[in-house]
């Protein structure tokens, strides 16, 4: 199968855009800044700075997420054999998507990417890139849904086989009142033996009290309720797994393939984890 949607036949891009409230800023968007993308409003660029100001370094961590994600799914599919994954909160398409760090190690893998931004639907074209041998598709779905996510992604994946789930800068957008904690036990629930999570996190106890001011920041300038959690926060998320090495760690120290990889400032937590 090559790539294909799970939820809706392509919407017009015009169409689609039209839905978008663009006077109100989205992390989405405000990521894809910082990432150097085009795809973001100027209520999105005047967040994106006014965080720039409280965390200079805000810029280069976002980056260095971006490694983090590339080098686990690297790890998944060459090490640990992995050939399917759930990326959700996937974000506008950027430079090293998960399909194309994926199929460059193996061409089978199968991606299912989920965001509930119209804004990246309406960019999900590059997403659906397969090699001919794999296969992606994009849901328009909420992570807060579990039930409905499994059941479209089983159009393209096999769960009887094992899945990574890729949970990569997304759960700070899960308050606590929506128990992250919960989806994950949901999410590890519905993949079989030998599946895995990955997780990166900002955190809210690494380079304070920049990131404090920027988490605040971002809090008083969008709607969207943003929770940057601790190292301790985010450990819990990983029960009944087995984190693989390093653990869980500050995203540059996760398996860095070079100095430049190691010297990045991102204040984000991440580790990889397999179900036994
Ligand atoms: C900061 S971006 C991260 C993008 C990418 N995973 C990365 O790390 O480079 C977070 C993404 O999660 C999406 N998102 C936030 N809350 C969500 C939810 N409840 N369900 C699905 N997607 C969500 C946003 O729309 C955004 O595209």
Known sequence: MSSGWLSAPLPERGGQLSE????????????????????NFAPDR????????????????????????????????GQAGVRQFLDIGTGIPAANNTHEVAQDVARECRVVYVDNDPIVLAHARALLTSEP??????LDADLRNVAEIVRAAAGTLDFTEPVAVMLIGILHCITDE?????II?????????????AISHPANDINSPGVGRLASRLNELMPM????????EVAPFFDGLELVEPGLVRGPEWRPDSDADLGNPAAVWAGVARKS
């Open 225 to 232: 309720r943003l929770r940057f959690r601790s190292r301790a």
């Open 178 to 182: 929506d128990d992250p904690a919960g």
């Open 185 to 197: 036990r949901q999410l590890m629930g519905a993949v079989p033996p030998g599946s895995y999570l």
């Open 133 to 138: 041998e794999g296969a992606t598709a994009y």
């Open 46 to 77: 005047a967040v994106a700075e006014a965080a720039m100001r409280e965390d200079p370094n805000v810029v280069e961590g976002v980056r260095g997420n971006r490694a983090f994600l590339a080098r686990a799914v690297r790890h998944l599919v």
């Open 20 to 39: 978008i409230d663009t006077s109100v800023p989205h992390i989405a968007r405000v990521y894809d800044y910082w990432l150097g993308g085009k795809d």
